[in-house]
């Protein structure tokens, strides 16, 4: 996951934040035509049986036999536990090929940290509001394309700034749309490091558009693999060079200015919450580039559309999601992934699980009991829990904001070495510059958030714990205030603050982490984990997984997991030999980083 262009879990403490009716918009504008729809709720019942020794073919047959043929007994293909975007992603690519696929969320709106909730009349991404992978062309418009796959279209307001930098001795940066635009201002702020400036994007474009020329399956397939590699094999190959490297590496390849080399770390940062160092250059080159090459587009009505559409397409395409639906485990029969048990004691069973929680959760708590798979722990040696963050979600009086207003700004005001200390940097996002409709008349949503972790929350007593809340969110707000807009604190209307606890309540990830994060240097995306896991028909979807965190990244892990999964049950073609050989080098692999 990353600070702002994935998806920072910036949930409230009142549970009803989650459960407000969306609303619906009639604008017509952007470049992708509008398809919002009203949620709908639907009942869905499973039948429910104790879990027993017998196998699941067995459970399959007695339940048709008690149901008549299927219906409320039935084992499903897959059951997805969470509706992120990688679970909801990956279960409508399976719904598409035919699959009967059952998605079990907690809460009774889809999306996770993509969600929404509404409040005093306005309408709150829980995440972030920059969106990737949203366009109208190229193979990297994963959200478009999934969206698309279960007949749903979603109208989409253009962003002419992805970011507006603040940073150290006065340095201010627009990444504007346009790449030649952002170029120009980059060199007019360092005229001396033009080449250096064209190399290291220019090596960004590259790896875009090696990725952008391919159709993007499961790497853990090896008839597609192989097939991608004869017909696009320079292609791949420039893929497999930059796989094991980072973009500060690459950089400092084509920079010497300090000065600069910090404004990639920051780059860097708001993509993955590392320094350029750590970040793999895969994972860079994707937004770096996709923010130009299609642009940011934030969907009319906010980011909760997208889940929402997805889970209707789901529904539509036959399948089922089930809100309120808690999971606790995951049920084994002679080591294999069968289903879920839910907190209130229901089973639901498949031919495959799919997690959509973190690696850290499934294996820690969905498997509770159970031996860590070997490769879990070379996973946890590679990668710890990233922090998590301090959320603000904040409605103020217009007129507080200039007409100039940039819709996503990313402060850090003093010294370069505060960028990944807790607080340290400031990342502001207000979508009411793009889409008005989000807040009543007159009003602006602000969206602020900054690193912090779960232990600097813990201990406190409620009265303390709400002190605390107000006394760090009165900080950060005194330095936009400082930075950006002056009397600020006076113009605001609507406040709530949300911190690791939170994420931790709501979203149901470990210590409220955003994802993984390198002990050290990584060997750029070498060491990450794919979709299968060491237990038979278990999988993991979402920002644990390959390519790791960011939008894109995430819907690219639902579209490579859906791959996977939909060859091991006969859905797309594969090879038992050429399996175990692929799956064994990638864990091979796997183990150099």
């Known amino acids: 996951m990353n600070l702002c262009l994935h998806n920072p879990l910036t949930c409230v403490d009142r549970s009803s934040s989650f459960f407000s009716a969306s609303k619906t918009s009639n604008h017509k504008l952007g470049t992708l035509k509008l398809g919002f729809l009203k949620h709908r709720k639907k009942n869905h019942t499973v039948t429910v049986r104790s879990v027993s020794s017998t196998s699941v073919e067995e459970r399959t047959k007695k339940r048709d036999e008690r149901s008549g043929g299927g219906g409320e007994g039935q084992v499903y293909d ?16 399976l719904s598409v090929k035919e699959a009967k696929v059952l998605v079990l969320e907690k809460y009774l709106i889809p999306g996770g940290s993509s969600g929404y909730y509404e409040r005093d009349g306005y309408t709150f991404d829980v995440g972030s509001s920059v969106m ?5 062309k190229g193979n990297l418009n994963l959200i478009t394309q999934a969206l698309k796959a279960v007949g749903r279209e979603m109208e989409v307001i253009p962003d002419p700034t992805t970011v507006h930098f603040h940073l150290p001795d006065d340095l201010s940066v627009q990444v504007h749309r346009g790449y030649d635009e952002f170029v120009n201002e980059l060199v007019s702020k360092f005229p001396h490091e033009k080449d250096g400036i064209l190399g290291f994007y220019g090596d960004c474009w590259k790896i875009f558009n090696s990725l952008n020329s391919l159709e993007l399956k499961s790497l853990e397939e090896p008839i597609y693999l192989f097939g991608q590699f004869f017909q696009k094999p320079l292609e791949c190959l420039t893929l497999a060079y930059y796989l094991p490297q980072n973009a500060g590496d690459i950089a400092r390849k084509y920079i010497k200015d300090p000065q600069l080399l910090s404004f990639i770390d920051a780059e860097c940062f708001i993509v993955s919450t590392v320094n350029a160092l750590q970040t793999p250059m895969i994972n860079a080159s994707m937004v770096l580039c996709d923010r130009h090459y299609g642009g ?31 999971v606790k485990s995951i049920i084994l029969d002679d080591g294999k992934a069968v289903g879920v048990r839910l907190a209130d004691g229901r ?29 879990e722990e070379n996973f946890q040696k590679v990668y710890v829990k990233a922090p998590s963050f301090l959320s603000i979600h904040m409605g103020v009086k217009a007129e507080v904001l200039p007409p100039d207003t940039d819709c996503h700004h990313f402060v850090l005001e003093d010294d370069w070495k505060n960028l990944e200390k807790p607080y340290g940097s400031i990342f502001l996002s207000i979508p009411t510059i793009l889409d008005p409709s989000l807040a009543p008349d007159g009003r602006h949503i602000l969206h602020i958030f900054t690193t912090s972790s779960i232990e600097d929350w813990e201990g406190l007593t409620p009265k303390e714990y709400e002190a605390k809340k107000e006394e760090v969110a009165a900080g950060i707000i005194q330095r936009l205030e400082k930075k950006l807009f ?22 149901a990830r470990d210590k409220g982490t955003y994802g993984p994060m390198p002990r050290g240097t990584p060997k750029g995306l070498l060491g990450m984990p794919f979709n299968t896991t060491a237990i038979d028909g278990l999988y993991c979807v ?8 960011g939008v894109i990244a995430v819907a690219f892990s639902g579209v490579m997991c859906a791959h996977r999964v939909a060859a091991d049950i006969g859905l797309e073609r594969k090879s038992k030999v050429l399996d175990a050989g692929l799956l064994g080098l990638l864990g091979w692999l796997r183990t150099l980083a």
């Open 347 to 375: 089973e639901f069973f498949a031919k495959t699980i799919i997690s959509n929680a973190t690696r850290w959760d499934t294996f820690g708590k969905l498997l509770k009991g159970e031996k860590l798979p070997k490769e």
């Open 78 to 93: 897959a059951i997805v536990i969470g509706s992120g975007i990688g679970g909801l992603v990956a279960a409508t690519q």
């Open 132 to 136: 990737f992978g949203f366009s109208d």
């Open 542 to 549: 979402g920002d644990s997984c390959f390519p790791g965190q």
């Open 486 to 507: 002056p009397e600020l604190s006076s113009s605001i209307t609507f406040k709530e603050v949300g911190t690791p606890r939170t994420h931790r309540r709501y979203l």
């Open 296 to 326: 940011i587009n934030y969907p009319v009505g906010g980011v909760g559309g997208i889940a929402r559409s997805l889970a209707e397409g789901l529904v539509d395409q036959g399948s089922e999601i089930l809100y309120k639906a808690n």
